[in-house]
Nanobody
Framework: QVQLVESGGGLVQAGGSLRLSCAAS????????MAWYRRAPGKQRELVARITGGGSINYADSVKGRFTISRENAKNTVYLQMNSLKPEDTAVYYCNLDGRLINYWGQGTQVTVSS
C-alpha cells in the first residue's frame, strides 16, 4: 500500500503565497509521476500541475507563472509553491501518485484565498 500525506494548506489573502507538501511512503517501486489536483465545491476535479520522475513538468493554463511544482525523488516528496494567489484558486488540493496500475490519492488539503 502507498500512503500520501499532505500539508501546507490554509487561509491566505489574495496575492499571498502558500507551499503545499506531499510525502509518499509505502510499497513504492521506482520514481513515479506525481501531481497536484484541485476541486472546488460542485465542480469537476482539475489537474493543477504534474511532474514526472525525470523532471518533466506541465501546468494548467490558469496557474502558469504563479505556481511551481518540484520534487525530491529520494523522499518521494512533491511540493507546490503557490504565489500570487487568487480567490479562484480556492479549492481542496489533492496529491496524486501515478502507480503502474493504481493511482494513489492524499486526503486533500483546503486552500482558501480571501479577497
Amino acid at each position: 500500500q502507498v500512503q500520501l500525506v499532505e500539508s501546507g494548506g490554509g487561509l491566505v489573502q489574495a496575492g499571498g503565497s502558500l507551499r503545499l507538501s506531499c510525502a509518499a511512503s509505502g510499497s513504492i517501486r521506482g520514481i513515479n509521476t506525481m501531481a497536484w489536483y484541485r476541486r472546488a465545491p460542485g465542480k469537476q476535479r482539475e489537474l493543477v500541475a504534474r511532474i514526472t520522475g525525470g523532471g518533466s513538468i506541465n501546468y494548467a493554463d490558469s496557474v502558469k507563472g504563479r505556481f511551481t511544482i518540484s520534487r525530491e525523488n529520494a523522499k518521494n516528496t512533491v511540493y507546490l509553491q503557490m504565489n500570487s494567489l487568487k480567490p479562484e484558486d480556492t479549492a481542496v488540493y489533492y496529491c496524486n501518485l501515478d502507480g503502474r496500475l493504481i493511482n494513489y490519492w492524499g486526503q486533500g488539503t483546503q486552500v482558501t484565498v480571501s479577497s
